[in-house]
């Protein structure tokens, strides 16, 4: 079933792979620039996983069990990971926390979000935490947007939807083409190349079918759901495509 979903996704999912980003990437100071932008996403896909395992699981307390013991081990086997994976030093970290120290290693600029996340942590709304910062490129406030928006109000298994089409399904393709041309211009880091490498081992043989399988479940094979899956799948690919044209935008504009 959603290999059918898929099958309707194809197009704009080859044209996602296919975006220029992954060669353009050439000089450390255009890493800089898509680093400055895709910190965004990197944060904003722990506000899906959260939905999702806030959803399905109890954190409660008192607590009582979640009624699909499945669903709460899908989610419950890739938050492990996503908030406490081995960082490569003999310790832990979150995905979010390992790129953070990609950025630093790499001399990018924190600014941005760093202004953004205070906002937040100061309780303000985030599209207004968005709107206000003029750091904040149009194309990174439109991914966010999308993203909380759907992490906030969307219904369980479009969350679940754009979780497995837009991300755990879809990473570790997208992130192949990017640490090879990052390795072959000698344009990266060591942090950058690892958060990379332990995303497409993670995601392919594990988070990528975790994620599948909880999709499947939430769908029930319902024919509406499943189509409602596919236009929202596909929103959130071409969000993406929207942000990595920011990201080429920029380059452009500062002639890096």
Not at 81 to 97: L, P, R
Request: glycine share 6%; with cysteine.
């Amino acid at each position: 079933m959603s290999v059918n979903v898929l099958d309707e996704l194809q197009s704009i999912r080859k044209e996602l792979l296919a975006h220029p980003i992954y060669h353009e990437l050439t000089t450390p100071d255009r890493v800089r620039v898509f680093m400055k932008h895709h910190i965004f996403a990197v944060w904003d896909f722990m506000s899906l996983l959260k939905r999702l395992q806030r959803s399905v699981t109890c954190v409660d307390v008192p607590w009582f069990p979640y009624e699909q013991p499945l669903f709460s081990r899908l989610i419950n086997e890739i938050v492990v990971a996503e908030e406490s994976d081995i960082n490569g030093k003999g310790g832990f970290s979150s995905h979010f926390e390992l790129y953070l120290e990609a950025m630093e290693e790499c001399g990018a600029d924190r600014g941005p979000f760093n202004a953004f996340a205070d906002s937040l942590k100061d309780g303000k709304d985030f599209q207004a935490a968005l709107s206000e910062n003029p750091l904040i490129r149009g194309t990174v406030r439109d991914f966010v947007t999308f993203n909380l928006d759907l992490a906030l109000h969307g219904e369980l298994f479009e969350v679940a939807a754009v979780f497995f089409f837009g991300r755990e399904g879809l990473i570790p393709e997208m992130f192949k083409p990017l640490v090879d041309s990052l390795m072959e211009t000698g344009s990266s880091s060591e942090r950058l190349v690892f958060y990379l490498n332990r995303h497409i081992e993670v995601d392919e043989d594990h988070h990528g079918p975790l994620a599948e399988q909880l999709f499947l479940e939430l769908c029930e094979n319902d024919p509406e759901k499943l189509s409602r899956a596919r236009e929202i799948g596909a929103q959130g690919l071409k969000a993406r495509m929207a942000l990595w044209n920011g990201v080429l935008a920029e380059i452009k504009e500062r002639n890096l």
